[in-house]
């Protein structure tokens, strides 16, 4: 599975937005962009996916690069709730490798009051 | 909305025995994956079944097994069991087979299992 690379931590104020961006310059043409958060104590869960085009759902915004090396999540105004560790994962659509989650290190957001 | 079922939610074990943890997959999902995340890790994939035949299988130790039942639900059975194997057990199901990549997967609330 192609790599991808996110900051260790970073940390924002509540009600402001959150940009966590995401490295993949290994990325295949056949590589969709998903997005899960582990809230503490909790199971993973789907935040967000994307191919090539920008994706807007209730709980976040997907920005990706043109060249599709690099990706955005983008939360417009995180709450406390949002405290997570987020992780940027490729899935591979050529139906050869399964659909497994592989977790990398995820960024840990902390959102201060 | 129904959610996974996981049971159960704690478990504690003396080595080399033996655990069976179950999982209950969203109604009309056919595909159950099995993740293992230890103290401090990030979540590794164990095996996944889709229409009760595995359908993948990552870094799950010989002394586990799995299967799934004709109702969809999933038992991970793990024998001899190891300090090391004491980790968190998320089952995570989704509507449709491995070779929907798209598909969205849909995790329980995880079993802890704490091998003394």
């Known amino acids: 599975d192609a790599k991808t690379t996110q900051p260790n931590s970073m940390e924002s104020n509540e009600e402001e937005p959150v940009h966590l961006p995401c490295n993949h310059s290994?990325?295949?043409?056949?590589?969709?962009i998903h997005w899960y958060r582990q809230l503490p104590s909790q199971g993973p869960e789907y935040v967000i996916h994307?191919?090539?085009s920008n994706v807007n759902n209730r709980m976040a915004s997907l920005a990706i690069a043109e060249d599709r090396k690099s990706s955005t999540l983008i939360l417009h105004r995180a709450t406390l709730r949002d405290a997570a560790v987020y992780y940027c994962?490729?899935?591979?659509?050529?139906?050869?490798?399964?659909?497994?989650?592989?977790f990398g290190e995820g960024t840990q957001l902390t959102v201060n009051p | 909305a129904a959610g996974v079922i996981q049971s159960p939610r704690h478990l504690i074990k003396e080595k080399r025995e033996t655990a069976t943890l179950k999982c209950y997959p969203i109604?009309?999902?056919?595909?159950v994956y099995w993740y293992q995340q230890g103290p401090g890790q990030d979540p590794q994939f164990l095996i996944s079944?889709?229409?009760?035949?595995?359908?993948d299988k990552g870094s799950i130790p010989d002394r586990f097994s799995a299967q799934q039942f004709s109702d969809y639900h999933s038992e991970l059975n793990m024998s001899s069991l190891e300090l090391g194997d004491s980790a968190l057990y998320f089952c995570?199901?989704?509507?449709?087979?491995?070779?929907?990549?798209?598909?969205?997967?849909?995790f329980g609330p995880g079993t802890r299992l704490l091998v003394l």
């Open positions: 995570a199901s989704s509507p449709r087979s491995g070779g929907g990549i798209r598909e969205t997967q849909y």
């Open positions: 290994t990325i295949s043409g056949t590589d969709y």
């Open positions: 994307g191919l090539t």
């Open positions: 994962i490729l899935r591979d659509t050529s139906g050869t490798s399964g659909s497994r989650l592989t």
């Open positions: 109604p009309r999902h056919d595909t």
């Open positions: 079944f889709y229409e009760k035949m595995q359908s």
